[in-house]
C-alpha cells in the first residue's frame, strides 16, 4: 500500500482547501481512513477518520463543523475538506490507512503518505 497526499499550499483565513489522498494497492475498500496533522513544534494529532464502507466518520473537536472527511471507493480516493481555515489549522497534514474501521490513534494506522503542507495567513 502507497498512499500520496496533495493539496495543501498558502490560502487566507477563512479560506478553503481540499486535500486528496490516493491509495496505490490492493482492497482500499478494506481500510479506514485518516487524516493527521502536525505543526512545528507540536505532537501529530488526528484530524478526521472515516471506516470501510464509508459510512462512519468523525472529526477531532477542533476542526468540527469545518473540516470533512470522504472516500471513494471507485477511485481509491479520500478527501479533506477544509473550510473556514484558521491559522492555527496551520501544519503538515498526512493520511494514513488501517485495515477496519477508523481511528483516531496514529498506533493504530499501518500505511502512512509522505504529507502536504498546509499554511494559512491571518
Known amino acids: 500500500v502507497q498512499l500520496q497526499a496533495s493539496g495543501g499550499g498558502l490560502v487566507q483565513a477563512g479560506g478553503s482547501l481540499r486535500l486528496t489522498c490516493s491509495f496505490s494497492?490492493?482492497?482500499?475498500?478494506?481500510?479506514?481512513m485518516g487524516w493527521f496533522r502536525q505543526a512545528p513544534r507540536k505532537e501529530r494529532e488526528f484530524v478526521a477518520g472515516v471506516n470501510q464502507f464509508g459510512t462512519r466518520s468523525y472529526s477531532a473537536d477542533s476542526v468540527k463543523g469545518r473540516f470533512t472527511i470522504s472516500r471513494d471507493d471507485a477511485k481509491y480516493m479520500v478527501y479533506l475538506q477544509m473550510n473556514s481555515l484558521k491559522p492555527e489549522d496551520t501544519a503538515c497534514y498526512y493520511c494514513?490507512?488501517?485495515?477496519?474501521?477508523?481511528?483516531?490513534?496514529?498506533?493504530?494506522?499501518?500505511?502512512w503518505g509522505q504529507g502536504t503542507l498546509v499554511t494559512v495567513s491571518s
Open positions: 494497492g490492493r482492497s482500499f475498500s478494506n481500510y479506514g
Open positions: 494514513a490507512a488501517r485495515r477496519g474501521g477508523e481511528s483516531n490513534s496514529d498506533h493504530e494506522y499501518d500505511y
